[in-house]
């Protein structure tokens, strides 16, 4: 790497010189100034990261949008995908959407001005979603398809909605309830809603439903409108849920969810497992404080985290990514509140 | 602000040149090149971001440096953080420290070749503090002391120390356990190091001892070197401090620590709160599931990331920071494991 001392010896001026061009404070005669910029450019001088990105049109920072950093899963999957960054050289830029238009398009507005090399999205778009496929930007949808040139990681949800009813189903359950959280529009309580937002994780709730149903059981939904929602508002929606739907003896939901139903069976004396059944969804870190424990199908987070990583490197180096659709298998953790009573 | 086309018309030239010129790719006479990088200088033209930030010498992101970001704490404090950025128009950048010296580094390197208007500093640092105090960059501390010019926002931990304490003194507690976390060297168990990295954050520690003991209670600590631990790893730490300590009849810690003691002890049979209190500190969003309810000190996550974030921008805009430690108030929120039994 060429050091201001290097520019200043090819110009045959001082240091200091080159210091008042490059500030672009104080007074250096123009020939002198012409002097120093030819000797920055045949030595490639870079005189501070932003230069050199402004030269190699790089900025050296990928960011990932998502719906809300504080949800535990979004900051367990955004941590593991900024140590593999970081890794990589790469600096991660978060951008929370709270499903809100305006601060996505703020963010877009950002990428369309090149601030980035390269972007994993991770929410749900408000906006047209050929806004995204028309970036000219490297990008990588994580649990979104975002189109059909734009590679997708996620984890395998039918699978783990398959393991969720099968789990349900071996301890007897019969009367479920589902949590779905999903963003779309219009859609009614117990009513798939026919204009979903296409994402790989809606296939968990499909899949659930179609296997309860094949055995004979009856199977509900509760939709909300938000795939991540606080804790505050998981717990209004089983309270809620628990009130229209006092008979079932089975549910399964996101982790927050599951520990809402938890928490709330438990507070109306009802017992775990032996009244009612849970199967959480994510394997987030708190989940393990639970008592009775959860069974949960967890997602792989450090695989998804290092997965979109790898791909969003691989185009911004210009590779091509062949495999556009990237599913990661899941597990299930048996814990007591599926415990045969 | 110039478009292009303004270039072009200034330099006599069409603007398929200019952009070959800013692209650095196609042939131009050198004669043109000078005409075109002189129109740009006239107009203050700035091609895109990266090139406006050049020349103001701004990037419009500030660094927010964290332990781990997957921490729940973590987690929401820079989630709000990210909110109070966005709002006044700047990016957020993410680095985890891991308290790894290398990572670190790469992020202070980071810093000093400015590509970041100023610096939140949420971690504990394992390198020398004179390097932050040099850095000749817009930094505030969040719950960490870097220096005396350096702004510190935190939470009254004196205060949540005293509450925390005279919440299990009411309940009749007179053996209690604290876990302690904190970066330091060489500290053994149940004594106090005295090398503490200086953080507010450990006051509420030694305020919480001074109660207790002032009141003739035995309070015994669990050090552990690390302030924000992983969930696994407080499991394991809780797990070994009550087979030492299987006497206590009263525990004080973080809220993983407290969830992880809370799980324990209905796990091994123990009455929450007949035979084991429990008050927990900070309030991040999991506690809210637990049964029975935890009593909690809660930090004041939105209050201190805007604090945090003012300050940054008023230090960005050269503005002084006359109040070097802002210290806002901590509630505790009543729960059911500091029922009276």
Redesign the interface.
């Known amino acids: 790497m060429p050091t201001i001392q290097d520019v200043a010896r090819r110009a045959g001026v001082g240091a200091a010189t080159v210091s008042r061009v490059l500030s672009g404070k104080g007074y250096v005669k123009s020939e002198t100034r012409e002097r120093i910029r030819q000797a920055i450019e045949e030595l490639h001088y870079t005189p ?4 050199r ?2 030269y190699y ?1 790089k ?3 990928v960011a990932v949008i998502v719906p ?5 899963f ?3 999957l ?3 995908m ?2 593999a960054l ?1 890794a990589a050289g790469y ?6 959407t ?1 499903y809100e238009r305006n ?1 996505e398009q ?1 963010y877009l507005d ?1 990428l369309k ?3 980035v090399d390269g972007l994993i999205f991770a929410a749900h778009t408000s906006l047209d979603v050929s806004q995204y496929q028309n970036l000219d930007l490297p990008i990588v949808g994580f649990d979104r398809i975002l189109g059909p040139d734009i590679p997708c990681v996620s984890a395998d949800h039918e699978a783990g909605g398959r393991m969720a009813a099968e789990a349900l189903l071996a301890c007897g359950c019969r009367n479920v309830l589902q949590f779905v959280g999903a963003y779309y529009n219009g859609a009614r309580q117990g009513v798939w809603p026919t204009d979903w937002v296409i994402t790989p994780a809606d296939q968990r709730h499909i899949v659930f439903q179609q296997v309860m149903e094949a055995h004979g059981a009856q199977c509900r939904c509760v939709l909300e409108s938000n795939l991540f929602l ?3 508002r998981a ?1 209004r929606v089983v309270e809620s849920a628990f009130q229209t739907h006092p008979d079932v003896d089975g549910v399964f939901g996101a982790d ?1 969810y599951a ?2 139903c ?2 709330h069976a ?2 109306h004396g009802r017992r775990v497992p032996g009244d009612l059944r849970i199967v959480s969804y994510d394997g987030t ?2 989940t ?4 009775p424990s959860l069974t949960t199908v967890c997602q792989p987070f450090q695989a998804l985290a290092e997965a979109s990583v790898r791909l969003v490197l691989q185009l911004i180096q210009g590779e091509p990514v062949e495999e556009k659709r990237l599913t990661l298998p899941v597990t299930i953790r048996r814990g007591q509140s599926t415990g045969i009573s």
Chains 1, 2 share one sequence.
């Open positions: 501070n990261e932003m230069a990105n402004l049109q900025s050296g920072i809300e950093l504080a949800h535990p979004v900051a367990q955004v941590s593991a900024e140590v970081c600096q991660t830029m978060v951008c929370n709270f601060y703020r950002m001005r090149r601030m606080s804790s505050d717990r927050l520990m809402a938890l928490h438990l507070e870190n708190a393990q404080f639970m008592t």
